[in-house]
Nanobody, 119 residues
């Protein structure tokens, strides 16, 4: 199983970044794919979750309206479009795969990609 994130980097406040998560080694439509983030000194938190088989989507309140999660089942890839970035969005972002739902149980983690937002 592999989850490979890309697209992180440096952005200014108000800017945008798009993260990608290329997955392999499991049946994509059988899993909920999510994004978690962890800032220094803070707990890891769920950002967004998507299950392509039934279209279920969930966002944390702190990103709702600014971030959009989407998927391409043909490419086994999930995206996180991040708009109107704020300095507090600075964190390492992890792609996850869950056989149930993201916040209930994470079965696989990616290696993480750093997002840094400057004010």
């Amino acid at each position: 199983v592999q989850l490979v994130e890309s697209g992180g980097g440096l952005a200014q406040a108000g800017g945008s970044l798009r993260l990608s998560c290329k997955t392999s080694g499991f049946i994509f439509d059988d899993y909920a794919i999510g994004w978690f983030r962890q800032a220094p000194g803070l707990n890891r938190e769920e950002v967004a979750c998507l299950r392509s088989s039934d279209g279920s989507i969930e966002y944390d309140g702190s990103v709702r309206g600014r971030f959009t999660i989407s998927s391409d089942s043909a490419e086994n890839t999930v995206y996180l479009q991040m708009n109107n970035l704020e300095p507090w969005d600075t964190a390492t972002y992890y792609c996850t795969a869950s056989s149930q739902w993201c916040r209930k149980q994470v079965d696989y983690w990616g290696q993480g990609t750093q997002v840094t937002v400057s004010s």
